[in-house]
C-alpha cells in the first residue's frame, strides 16, 4: 500500500506527464523513486522530449510553463487543497520552472498573472473527467510499477490519446 507522499508524488509527475502529452511533447519516463544522482533530493521525476522543429519558440515556452504548473495542479485536484502554487515549498521548482519559461513576457507582473492564469486553466481543465482520468490513470500504473518508461506511459493513457 502507497505512502501518502507516494500517492501524492505519483499524481503530481502524472500531472507533468499527461500536461506533456496533450499538448504535443513525447514523455519518455516517469518515476517515482528517481535517482537523486548528484542533483537535489527529489520524490519524482518525469522526461520530457520536446521536438523544437514541431514549436515555436513562444509557443514552447507557453508549453513548458503549462507542463510545469501541471505538477502541482494535479495535486491540489487531488487533495482538493488549491493552493497557489508560488507558496507551497515542494513546488518552488515547478514555479520556477514555469516563471522562467516566459522569459519573453519581460514585465514580471504580467508574467505572474500568466502563470496565475495557467494555473486556474489547467486546474478548471483537470477537475473535466476526460483529463482526471488519464492522470488517475497514470498514477495508478506509476505507483505499481514505480518506474514507467515511455512503452509503458503511451499504453497506460492510449485511450485518451486516442480522443485528443
Known amino acids: 500500500?502507497?505512502?501518502?507522499?507516494?500517492?501524492?508524488?505519483?499524481?503530481?509527475?502524472?500531472?507533468?506527464?499527461?500536461?506533456?502529452?496533450?499538448?504535443?511533447?513525447?514523455?519518455?519516463?516517469?518515476?517515482?523513486?528517481?535517482?537523486?544522482?548528484?542533483?537535489?533530493?527529489?520524490?519524482?521525476?518525469?522526461?520530457?522530449?520536446?521536438?523544437?522543429?514541431?514549436?515555436?519558440?513562444?509557443?514552447?515556452?507557453?508549453?513548458?510553463?503549462?507542463?510545469?504548473?501541471?505538477?502541482?495542479?494535479?495535486?491540489?485536484?487531488?487533495?482538493?487543497?488549491?493552493f497557489h502554487p508560488g507558496t507551497v515549498a515542494e513546488w518552488q521548482q515547478d514555479w520556477k520552472d514555469a516563471f522562467d519559461a516566459l522569459e519573453h513576457v519581460p514585465d514580471t507582473q504580467r508574467r505572474l498573472a500568466s502563470l496565475e492564469k495557467t494555473t486556474i486553466q489547467l486546474y478548471q481543465a483537470f477537475q473535466d473527467d476526460f483529463h482526471w482520468t488519464a492522470i488517475s490513470a497514470l498514477a495508478d500504473h506509476l505507483l505499481a510499477h514505480e518506474i514507467m518508461d515511455e512503452e509503458m506511459i503511451q499504453e497506460a493513457v492510449e485511450p485518451w490519446l486516442a480522443e485528443s
Open 1 to 82: 500500500m502507497p505512502d501518502d507522499t507516494e500517492e501524492l508524488t505519483a499524481y503530481h509527475e502524472a500531472g507533468h506527464a499527461w500536461a506533456a502529452l496533450y499538448v504535443g511533447a513525447r514523455v519518455q519516463s516517469l518515476s517515482i523513486s528517481p535517482d537523486n544522482d548528484d542533483g537535489p533530493e527529489r520524490f519524482g521525476d518525469t522526461t520530457i522530449l520536446w521536438s523544437r522543429k514541431r514549436f515555436g519558440r513562444k509557443e514552447l515556452s507557453e508549453k513548458l510553463a503549462w507542463v510545469a504548473l501541471a505538477g502541482p495542479v494535479a495535486e491540489m485536484v487531488y487533495t482538493g487543497k488549491p
